[in-house]
């Protein structure tokens, strides 16, 4: 069986008991010895933090010890760091994309600009400075790299945003609030980065900023966006 490391594992007990229904064998890795996603792998191992000079070294044992061939990164704490560290985690293939797309997609604000050089929508985006007088409040302060809901501040007015801009301790940006309903889609893609599914779904609800229950919907315009 295909052995498959999963780092980061936290409480994605359902990808990694995806991959375990489907033949492979598991192995999760987490800082916590409590993290759920743990106990539903074939065999576990706790690692340093992702910022110690350890951590890579950890893994690559960890690849060498199982015969592991794929590296499966279930949050975004560390795909920066696996992008870069691929001779290292050799022979396995760590599922992240290049180091300068993980750059822009884990910065926020990068990514904002990204988007819009490519006429793709996203909502309207500021360095701090820059905040216009015209702008439609509230207004969302956002750290620009970082997940789970974490360092996201409303503003109401322009008092409001001048104290959470000089409140939070991280770098951030300044974003419009965006109306209506909130779609993700999931892209199932091939290692030549080419889109072979896409799945868009609803958020019923989210717990610290990660979606834990919602519904797939077949929607045209939706796919062919993605």
């Known amino acids: 069986m295909t052995a498959v490391l999963f780092t980061c594992a936290g409480q ?28 539903h792998a074939d065999h576990y191992e706790l690692v340093p933090r992702v910022d110690d000079a350890e951590y890579v070294p950890a893994l690559a044992a960890l690849v060498e010890e199982y015969d592991v061939k794929l590296i499966v990164p279930l949050t975004d704490l560390d795909q920066l760091l696996l992008a870069r560290s691929r001779e290292a985690l050799a ?20 990514a904002h600009a990204f988007f819009e050089r490519h006429g793709i929508p996203s909502p309207r985006s500021w360095l701090p400075e820059d905040v216009p007088d015209d702008v439609r409040w509230p207004l969302l ?39 209506g309903e909130e779609f993700s889609v999931d892209l199932f893609c091939d290692l ?35």
């Open 141 to 179: 302060v956002k750290v620009r790299e970082g997940f789970g809901s974490r360092h996201i501040y409303r503003a109401h007015d322009r008092a409001e945003l001048d104290f959470f801009l000089g409140y939070t301790t991280v770098a951030s940006f300044v974003q419009e609030c965006c109306r």
């Open 12 to 39: 994605r007990v359902d990808i990694v008991s995806a991959f375990g229904r489907a033949g492979a064998t598991t192995i999760a890795t987490d800082l916590d010895p409590l993290a759920p996603a743990l106990w």
């Open 91 to 110: 022979p396995a293939l760590a599922l992240v994309p290049e180091p300068e797309v993980c750059e822009t997609m884990g910065d926020k604000y990068l």
């Open 192 to 226: 030549e980065s080419r889109c072979l599914n896409a799945i868009p779904r609803t958020m019923i609800q989210s717990k610290g900023g990660e979606s834990i229950k919602g519904a797939t919907i077949q929607d045209a315009e939706l796919i062919a966006h993605a």
